[in-house]
Nanobody, 124 residues
Framework: QVQLVESGGGLVQAGDSLRLSCAAS????????MGWFRQAPGKEREFVAA????????VYADSVKGRFTISRDNAKNTVYLQMNSLKPEDTAVYYC?????????????????WGQGTQVTVSS
């Protein structure tokens, strides 16, 4: 059983940057795709970014493309989400998740373990 713990969230102003981290324990993530999702109040959880096992392939939601960067350090069993040029509409709880499937899955249903989330609030 893998445990995922997100950190790095906070309250920032529009245009600022944040770096989220997701530390895994109980299972090495080297064999798994990893993803970031977010959920705003009253909305469904949505895909943000995904990275394949090696870190050589990434995919992003259109809403964050060019502003967010997902990366991973398999030696540290950690995945990151660098968020630049933050906007108020990025306000949400951000979750990392692990998928046993290959590639860069964007379908929430193929992720089988989730962290508790970290709050990101962007003021205008």
């Amino acid at each position: 059983q893998v445990q995922l713990v997100e950190s790095g969230g906070g309250l920032v102003q529009a245009g600022d940057s944040l770096r989220l981290s997701c530390a895994a324990s109980g299972r090495t993530i080297v064999s798994y795709a990893m993803g970031w999702f977010r959920q705003a109040p009253g909305k469904e959880r949505e895909f943000v970014a995904a990275i394949n096992r090696s870190g050589g392939s990434t995919v992003y939601a259109d809403s964050v493309k060019g502003r967010f960067t997902i990366s991973r350090d398999n030696a540290k069993n950690t995945v990151y989400l660098q968020m630049n040029s933050l906007k108020p509409e990025d306000t949400a709880v951000y979750y990392c998740a692990i998928s046993p499937y290959g590639g860069t899955p964007i379908n929430i249903k193929v992720y089988d373990s989730w962290g508790q989330g970290t709050q990101v609030t962007v003021s205008s």
